[in-house]
């Protein structure tokens, strides 16, 4: 069964920096992988979706990585900002399957 | 708004009642997707529509949850006997050819 594992489960950082959100996974025969936000009680948002066959994806100040072979993905976020606090979520779908498999999030908190 | 969309967005109800929830998808999306998410946890796969074939039912669907698509377009899942353990949120998503996986608000369910 694919585990995906997200560290840290929390972070803090002042305004304008720029940070790096870690995901890993243990089956690398993945068909693609997602990052999304959550706000606090509300659904998810897609940032972004890397297939198996891309390296990186980029949406604004977002940047998405994806190394198969080491089971790794890395999302890096650009000159924060206060709207950016929120849970990040990375999801991988695994070949052969329909679902997405979550982590269970960094909660990334922008201070002013 | 012609993102998907869940109701009711909160349900109260006592140990032993049944409820219903309801998923509209994106109306040219062919695959639904349930999910429930508990505090501090991803999102975990309950079920897989494709048009209104139900392929895909994970472990955590136990006999007393049942999810319909009946036309291929709104879905429903219902709980019977509900009990304090089905607290959480229940978060429907669709997908069309593009792969990208699109969520709604959810459905926050308290058992007392």
């Known amino acids: 069964k694919q585990e995906v594992t997200q560290i840290p489960a929390a972070l803090s950082v002042p305004e304008g920096e720029n940070l790096v959100l870690n995901c890993s996974f243990t089956?690398?025969?993945?068909?693609?992988l997602q990052w999304f936000r959550q706000d606090p009680g509300k659904g998810l948002t897609s940032l972004l979706l890397?297939?198996?066959?891309?390296r990186e994806q980029t949406s604004g100040r977002l940047n998405a990585s994806l190394d198969k072979s080491s089971g790794r993905s890395t999302l890096y976020i650009a000159a924060s900002q206060p709207g950016d606090s929120a849970t990040y979520l990375c999801a991988v779908r695994t070949t052969g399957a329909n679902n997405l498999f979550f982590g269970t999030g960094t909660r990334l908190t922008v201070i002013p | 708004d012609t993102g998907v969309s869940q109701d009711p967005r909160h349900k109260i109800t006592k140990r032993g009642q049944n409820v219903t929830f309801r998923c509209d998808p994106i109306s040219e999306h062919n695959r639904l997707y349930w999910y429930r998410q508990t505090l501090g946890q991803g999102p975990e796969f309950l079920t897989y529509?494709?048009?209104?074939?139900?392929?895909?039912k994970s472990r955590l669907l136990s006999d007393r949850f049942s999810a319909e698509r009946p036309k291929g377009s709104f879905s429903t899942l219902e709980i019977q006997r509900t009990e304090q353990g089905d607290s959480a949120m229940y978060l429907c998503a669709s997908s069309g050819t593009v792969e990208t996986q699109y969520f709604g608000p959810g459905t926050r369910l308290l058992v007392l």
């Open positions: 529509f494709q048009n209104e074939a139900q392929l895909e």
């Open positions: 890397i297939q198996s066959s891309q």
């Open positions: 089956d690398s025969a993945i068909y693609n």
